[in-house]
């Protein structure tokens, strides 16, 4: 069963999105009555074709239905609030404060300062540890965004950057991701902080929530200086899909030198979901250059690779071969000029989503979610998805960045947003920030070409300090 939940942050009731409609009518007006009937027959039908459009985009019912059916639903679509005091900052000698005269005060400055008073929350110890072993028979099921998660060995999840693979075969989730478990440091002065490759860390799970290791599916090279795979370059965003023709377990992968010049993607079949995966190659998909990266496989089987490009200035899309080992000649460029990167693509109802982040390195930055009704575009942008938290939670994507979006069988509508809170201090310390997605409402901003009508469903990312899913 699905205990209440107990400690709960200050909570308002959702927003509907539905304004307020005023008529004014000037009695005194000296236009005939015909013209006046006219026209309030015109306005009638103007708001009628209004609440049409609205509903159409308002799956209300939809939503309805849900919370008949899990009554916790209702839980995850409550906007939660986060109140933070910044402490005053520490007294310091006159000479201190010449010497370092600077200290930080917003927020995000504390969340990017290694030597913050508030660290522990962002960056929860040990204690507080997710961990599925201790759970064992009362079952918390709870997900707690930024603590430590263990996995079923008591060992933290070292799935950075990761995505999921639901395999159909043996009903069971595989989340892969960077296996970060070494030393962070700077290969230069003005490097951003690395760890060497170590390879792809792959777990596996059934509920999403307690999850096995299975081991390092994809490993470094040693000592073949040339090989991409080679420990002192750059493997990053891991993502694997099915490939139902084959058989076979294809993943893609960013792949780089230290010094992110190499911008390529690299490709690894396996015969298994747990591995090991074979590495085929790396190569500039369609002659361009690619930092982060994604896939997203059609309801169709067509799967596409999603890469920033132009020095991160667009984004690309395109699909894959059959086989799933190569991109064909078909790319589209889509976001232009928007630099957007750490794209997670989503379909609900037949339109295609993608939250993405903006471009700064491992600090966090506000997300942004697109909608389109082809996957090659155009794509427009709908806004921030993030409610709840606080403003600089919202700016911050909850101090965190987009990785994948995974849908919710037997939810429509529904997903988890995964999300990486990067600790470039130590990034084997990095965290996980999973929350419900939920599409559903009218966009809070009608778009350019929209004639003030909003086209698209809005997609919320809710901040929860602890939830679960419904049906647990
Ligand atoms: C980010 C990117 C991460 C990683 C990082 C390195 O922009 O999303 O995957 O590459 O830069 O600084």
């Known amino acids: 069963m ?36 006219l026209g309030l027959i015109g306005f009638l039908a103007v708001l009628h074709l209004l609440s049409l459009l609205r509903d159409k985009a308002l799956p209300d019912e939809e939503t309805q239905l849900l919370i008949d059916q899990y009554p916790y639903f209702q839980e995850l679509v409550e906007v939660e609030e986060e109140v933070f005091r910044i402490p005053p900052p520490r007294k310091r000698s006159a000479r201190a404060m010449k010497r370092k005269p600077k200290r930080p005060t917003t927020l995000l400055e504390e969340f990017l300062d290694e030597t913050s008073q508030l660290r522990h929350i962002f960056f929860p110890d040990m204690k507080t540890a997710v961990d599925p072993l201790k759970e064992v028979g009362n079952g918390s099921y709870y997900y707690y965004p930024g603590r430590i998660w263990l996995d079923t060995d008591g060992k933290p999840i070292q799935a950075h950057g990761g995505g999921i693979l639901h395999d159909k075969n043996s009903r069971t989730y595989y989340w892969y991701g960077e296996y970060k478990d070494g030393p962070t440091y700077h290969a230069h002065k003005k490097g951003s902080a690395r760890v060497d490759i170590i390879g792809v860390g792959c777990y596996s799970s059934r509920d999403l929530w307690a999850w096995k290791f299975e081991g390092i599916v994809l490993t470094a090279e040693e000592t073949d200086e040339t090989h991409d795979l080679y420990k002192f370059n750059v493997l990053e965003r891991p993502k694997v899909i099915y490939n139902d023709k084959t058989g076979k377990y294809v993943m893609w992968m960013h792949i780089d030198d230290a010094n992110y010049t190499k911008a390529s993607v690299g490709v690894a079949v396996s015969d298994y979901p747990t591995g090991p995966f074979n590495y085929l190659y790396s190569k500039q998909p369609h002659g361009f250059d690619s930092r982060d990266m994604t896939l997203f496989k059609d309801e169709d089987g067509v799967a596409y690779l999603v890469y920033s490009s132009e020095d991160n200035t667009d984004l690309h899309i395109g699909p894959l071969t059959n086989d799933y080992l190569d991109v064909t000649s078909v790319m589209g460029r889509v976001l232009a000029g928007q630099h957007r990167e750490a794209p997670a693509l989503f379909k609900y109802q037949g339109t295609y989503y993608m939250i993405t982040s903006g471009c700064s390195g491992w600090a966090p930055n506000e997300a942004l979610a697109h909608a389109a009704e082809s996957i090659m575009g155009p794509w427009e942008t709908i806004g921030n998805p993030c409610m709840g938290g606080n403003k600089i939670f919202r700016q911050t994507t909850f101090f965190s960045q987009s990785t994948f979006v995974i849908p919710l069988p037997g939810l429509p509508g529904s997903f988890i947003f995964m999300a990486d809170r990067w600790n470039p201090a130590e990034l084997r310390d990095s965290r996980y920030v999973w929350l419900p997605l939920i599409v559903g409402g009218a966009a809070d901003h009608p778009l350019e070409h929209s004639f003030g009508f909003p086209l698209w469903s809005r997609v919320s990312i809710y901040w929860h300090k602890r939830w679960r899913l419904p049906f647990k």
Do not use: D, Q
């Open 2 to 37: 699905f205990p209440g939940i107990e400690e709960r942050g200050k909570m308002r009731a959702r927003n509907k999105y539905r304004r307020p409609t005023t008529f004014r009518c000037n009695a005194g007006s000296r236009l005939g009555l015909s013209t006046v009937v």
